[in-house]
């Protein structure tokens, strides 16, 4: 286990040195001056494993080796980049790889990007998204804070979000009961993310 925190200022003041220090008893912990740029790396992260995860019902290394999936993961992290760089943000290193990449990953294919998902595919272990946990128990989920909030600041800034918005509205139709979690919702959201039949 280990924590990133930091000041949203970016300053590196007594208290956030005092509160390493602590979390430094029990963890690594590393003070960043730009926390907000390491929310935004988690929110594109958390937008692309959460969503296909509520609309599938598939633990993460499944997911990871569907190329359909990895094209959506690419498309829903460029986005996410894209509204957080509009906000001011510097957006840090996405599952390791420069947010750069990710946001011209959906135009040029890039092989560090392809990798990293491929790796993450190999992984076996049946590990669910909490957004699964939530449907699977008939809870709501957190959707609308993490590919709605996109959606929603991406509106602010002018920068169209079609990825998320996709996976937002079916992610909202299982968790309604209009739609089950299934596999097949794979091809469905494919299909409407690249206007293909």
């Given at each position: 286990?280990?924590?990133?925190?930091?000041?949203?200022?970016?300053?590196?003041?007594?208290?956030?040195?005092?509160?390493?220090?602590?979390?430094?008893?029990?963890?690594?912990?590393?003070?960043?001056?730009?926390?907000?740029?390491?929310?935004?790396?988690?929110?594109?992260?958390?937008?692309?494993?959460?969503?296909?995860?509520?609309?599938?019902?598939?633990?993460a290394g499944r997911l990871f080796r569907d190329e359909r999936v990895r094209y959506i993961y690419r498309r829903i992290a460029a986005e996410v980049i894209a509204v957080?760089?509009?906000?001011?943000?510097?957006?840090?290193?996405?599952?390791?790889?420069?947010?750069?990449?990710?946001?011209?990953?959906?135009?040029?294919?890039?092989?560090?990007?392809?990798?990293?998902?491929?790796?993450?595919?190999?992984?076996?272990?049946?590990?669910?998204?909490?957004?699964?946990?939530?449907?699977?128990?008939?809870?709501?989920?957190?959707?609308?804070?993490?590919?709605?909030?996109?959606?929603?600041?991406?509106?602010?800034?002018?920068?169209?979000?079609?990825?998320?918005?996709?996976?937002?509205?079916?992610?909202?139709?299982?968790?309604?009961?209009?739609?089950?979690?299934?596999?097949?919702?794979?091809?469905?959201?494919?299909?409407?993310?690249?206007?293909?039949?």
């Open positions: 286990m280990s924590f990133i925190i930091g000041e949203l200022n970016g300053e590196i003041t007594p208290r956030i040195q005092e509160i390493a220090r602590i979390l430094n008893l029990c963890a690594t912990c590393e003070i960043s001056t730009n926390i907000m740029g390491h929310l935004w790396a988690k929110l594109a992260t958390n937008c692309m494993g959460n969503a296909m995860a509520g609309i599938t019902g598939c633990f957080g760089k509009a906000l001011g943000y510097k957006v840090e290193p996405v599952l390791g790889i420069n947010a750069d990449l990710w946001e011209r990953s959906t135009e040029t294919h890039n092989d560090a990007i392809e990798q990293v998902m491929l790796e993450r595919g190999k992984d076996n272990r049946k590990h669910y998204s909490s957004l699964f946990h939530d449907i699977f128990k008939g809870r709501p989920t957190e959707i609308d804070w993490l590919n709605g909030y996109v959606i929603r600041r991406g509106k602010d800034v002018g920068i169209p979000t079609p990825a998320n918005e996709v996976v937002y509205r079916l992610v909202k139709e299982v968790e309604e009961g209009k739609l089950k979690y299934s596999l097949d919702n794979v091809a469905t959201a494919y299909r409407l993310i690249t206007g293909t039949q």
